[in-house]
């Protein structure tokens, strides 16, 4: 249990870290992501077996798409914990795994029960409560950032289905995708490489890997249907608790019982 605490520890981190960085008005965004994947391409390639790193035309092809979506996804996100909050962006972030849910139901064969199908609606509740409480303009980025969140999560599944089973290769072509997406950005639009931002970036791919890593070495010892919503519950908390706490973030009531559904619906979406 103890490497499920310290994989939802590093998840709220990413997210705290993220809302602290944008404190800094003059903050350089991309060059922030841009050594959050120069950091997380390294460690990534570490993890490799010993010997030669074998990838193939669909690890490369598949990973750069996946890779471009996780750069926009990190971006959006940003860009929603400024204008929405953390508990909220987050929140949402984690619900958007009903997208590749019913894209496994329609495309791979796969089935959800009763308890799931009724996540989907106390979630769908939560958004309309969402939707009554914030401005047009914000809830069209929330909207965009459960998409956008939704389709990134699917393309991990679509690689579970279709790619090798050794994912090392391919988490290694997305982050170095990742890396080089913003990279290029950097190069056509903003040559300019702020050191501090650069290093804001590293410390942010530490969480960022380490929530993962944390996640998958808790599995063995903790069952899926107790680790899945777990995790994604206990962050969506932990992050209001950061709002309240940290950023001193105020909720109206609507929002609190928005926010309530949410965590609910995210246990019910996350157990098999």
């Known amino acids: 249990m103890i490497f499920i605490a310290l994989s939802i520890l590093c998840s709220v981190a990413i997210g705290n870290l993220l809302q602290l960085f944008s404190k800094d008005t003059k903050l350089d965004i991309m060059t922030v992501f841009l050594g959050n994947y120069l950091f997380a391409s390294i460690f990534s390639y570490l993890q490799k077996s ?9 690890e490369v092809l598949f990973g750069f798409i996946t890779g471009f979506f996780f750069l926009f996804n990190f971006f959006i996100l940003q860009k929603n914990i400024k204008i929405n909050g953390l508990s909220l962006s987050v929140g949402v972030m984690r619900v958007a795994v009903i997208i590749p849910t019913v894209m496994s139901v329609i495309f791979f064969a796969d089935t959800i029960g009763l308890v799931n199908a ?3 609606l106390v979630i769908i509740g939560a958004f309309f409560l969402i939707m009554e409480t914030q401005s047009l303009h914000n809830f069209l980025w929330i909207c965009l950032l459960f998409v956008i969140a939704g389709f990134t999560d699917s393309t991990m599944k679509i690689y579970a289905e279709l790619g090798k089973p050794d994912q090392t290769p391919f988490i290694f072509i997305l982050f170095s995708s990742a890396f080089i997406c913003t990279f290029l950005w950097k190069l056509i639009f903003n040559r300019q490489i702020v050191w501090k931002h650069l290093f804001f970036g590293v410390i942010l791919g530490v969480p960022n890997q380490l929530s993962t890593r944390f996640f998958m070495m808790g599995l063995d010892t903790v069952p899926a249907p107790i680790a899945y919503p777990l995790t994604a519950s206990s962050i969506v908390v932990f ?27 995210i246990m019910l979406l996350n157990l098999r």
């Open 50 to 58: 010993p010997g030669r790193l074998e990838i193939g035309l669909f």
């Open 118 to 120: 009724l996540g989907v």
């Open 239 to 265: 992050s209001i608790v950061s709002d309240i706490w940290l950023w001193k973030r105020m909720f109206t009531m609507k929002q609190r019982i928005a926010l309530g559904l949410l965590v609910f619906g």
